[in-house]
């Protein structure tokens, strides 16, 4: 059944919202995927922060456009079903890598990260990347370093002088009980 023009705006409206809170895409092409799969595909995206979500190609294609991002002719062709990647981009792309190693039926097109197209073997390269919370900490972690050995070194001399001070109290503790 055909969509009426209001119900083709209201859905480019939706698709064109996605695109804007989106940093990152993760195309998938689902041909033969039953209902209870594509179920647990949205539920793994959702746990990385994402959405998933079947699109009308056409509209997809109107919607890239719009957001200025260069449409790959592949990419809409057959089933095509998005990631968005709202926050972890990374997790995203992992948890739909993961489906396409698994499941036969579900194949990395492509993506999109910002608005720089990405291939099948950059999008795997995503999906490679740590969880940005793993991410956060190291980055964290190499921040504090130097912080935590300036701490050390200026502590140091003054440890010294307790070691000093403490040797020559233990030796006249020693003598005076001698």
Not at 15 to 35: C, F, H, I, P
Not at 134 to 152: D, Q
Request: net charge neutral; proline share 4%.
């Amino acid at each position: 059944m055909a969509l009426s023009k209001q119900e083709k705006e209201t859905i480019l409206a939706q698709y064109q919202e996605w695109l804007d809170k989106s940093v990152a895409l993760v195309l998938v092409e689902y041909t033969g995927v039953n209902m209870n799969a594509l179920d647990l595909i949205r539920s793994k995206v959702r746990e990385a922060g994402g959405e998933f979500h079947v699109l009308k190609n056409t509209l997809a294609k109107r919607a890239l456009d719009a957001a200025g991002m260069p449409v790959e002719p592949d990419y809409l062709e057959n089933s095509t079903a998005v990631g968005f990647a709202f926050a972890d981009a990374a997790g995203v792309a992992k948890a739909l890598a993961e489906f396409d190693k698994s499941m036969d039926a579900v194949k990395i097109k492509g993506g999109y990260l910002g608005k720089q197209v990405l291939s099948i073997s950059d999008v795997k390269a995503l999906a490679d990347l740590p969880p940005l919370p793993v991410v956060r900490a190291k980055l964290l972690g190499t921040i504090l370093a130097p912080a935590g050995k300036l701490a050390r070194t200026l502590a140091e001399p003054g440890r010294q002088v307790a070691a000093v001070i403490n040797a020559f109290a233990e030796k006249n503790a020693a003598s005076v009980a001698a």
